[in-house]
């Protein structure tokens, strides 16, 4: 079974320190396929990243960040220097596959504000 | 870039009314649809998944009588939630996949409220 665990419910800085959201999977199949997306108040899924489970280079865009270990089945989320308009609710996801049908399993989700 | 389009945003109707939330993908044609449902400060659950002049296939624990998926055609979906109860008030989100690409587009969203 497959499934996404983020076990920060909220989490609080002051603008412009950094913070880590953790992701922590489970899947059994040796290709599968993590997401991050940030759901800001509007509602609106913004999609972050996707990575697939043969390609463990870490990430960079801009601020942020993302760390993907197959060892520790973790796939963490960092953001630099954070901003207000970084606040919001951000998700970890896995899919098995990649085709046109592939379901997408959610995490419970991380609610971070950032404090000016 | 892909674009995906639910209506309405929002919805207010009365317990035992039955209320249609339309999903169009707007630029592309859609292979399939999915259909999540996301309860106050939770996550997203999956409903169904529908394939185009197909039934749909319902997650376990979701009730198909209750909640109707119509994929008519490659650009849209329509989930009809049927003899709605308060406790179907939610935030209804739709995402797509394209024929070209397996990337899934997420609509907006529809938040309903049942009175």
């Known amino acids: 079974a497959q499934k996404v665990t983020q076990a920060q419910t909220e989490i609080s800085v002051v603008e412009k320190e950094d913070v880590t959201l953790d992701c922590v999977y489970e899947?059994?199949?040796?290709?599968?396929?993590l997401f991050w997306y940030k759901q800001p108040p509007s509602g609106e899924l913004v999609f972050l990243i996707r990575?697939?489970?043969?390609?463990?280079q870490n990430e960079i865009s801009g601020r942020y960040s993302w760390n993907f270990q197959k060892s520790t089945s973790s796939f963490n989320f960092t953001i630099t220097a954070s901003q207000v308009v970084d606040s919001a609710v951000y998700f970890c996801?896995?899919?098995?596959?990649?085709?046109?049908?592939?379901?997408?399993?959610f995490g419970s989700g991380t609610r971070l504000s950032i404090r000016p | 870039g892909a674009v995906v389009s639910q209506h309405p945003s929002w919805v207010i109707c009365k317990s035992g009314t039955s209320v249609k939330i339309e999903c169009r993908s707007l630029?592309?044609?859609?292979?399939?649809m999915f259909w999540y449902r996301q309860f106050p400060k939770q996550s997203l659950m999956l409903m169904a998944t529908?394939?185009?002049?197909?039934?749909?296939?319902?997650e376990q624990g979701v009730e198909k009588d209750k909640f109707l998926i119509n994929h008519a055609s490659l650009t849209l979906s329509t989930l009809t939630v049927t003899s709605a109860h308060p406790e179907d008030s939610s935030f209804y989100i739709c995402?797509?996949?394209?024929?070209?690409?397996?990337?899934?587009?997420f609509g907006p969203g529809t938040r309903l409220t049942v009175t």
């Open positions: 995402s797509a996949t394209s024929r070209t690409s397996y990337e899934q587009y």
């Open positions: 899947t059994r199949d040796t290709t599968y396929y």
């Open positions: 990575r697939n489970s043969f390609d463990e």
């Open positions: 996801a896995l899919s098995e596959r990649y085709s046109s049908a592939s379901k997408i399993i």
């Open positions: 630029d592309f044609q859609a292979t399939t």
């Open positions: 529908s394939n185009e002049g197909s039934k749909a296939t319902y």
